[in-house]
């Protein structure tokens, strides 16, 4: 178990790096969404407050991302020359 923020950071950044590019842009994407709830988590520890709505928000964008862009690769793939062979 990490010891420290900078641990812990090292970490999510190496799992990141390690994640299947389902779509373009999947990886950065997925960094944001856990920046963005790194954030909430901070701020909520400052000074409490309902964060679940906004880590939800983040989650569903992510996954809207996810969707699209799976979208569009098939979309693409089923467009080429090659794949009508």
């Given amino acids: 178990m990490p010891t420290s ?3 812990l ?5 190496e799992q990141i790096k390690s994640l299947e ?7 950065s994407k997925v960094a944001e969404t856990l920046a963005s709830v790194i954030i909430f ?3 909520n520890k400052i ?3 309902a964060i679940r709505q906004d880590v939800k928000k983040e ?8 969707a699209e862009g799976v979208r569009r ?11 009508k062979v």
């Fill in 73 to 83: 690769a098939t979309e693409e793939q089923s467009s080429t020359p090659e794949s």
């Fill in 5 to 7: 923020q900078s641990q």
């Fill in 41 to 43: 988590e901070h701020q």
């Fill in 47 to 49: 000074k409490p407050r």
């Fill in 21 to 27: 590019e389902r779509c373009p842009g999947y990886r």
């Fill in 59 to 66: 989650c569903l964008a992510l996954g809207d991302f996810l």
């Fill in 9 to 13: 950071t090292a970490i999510l950044k």
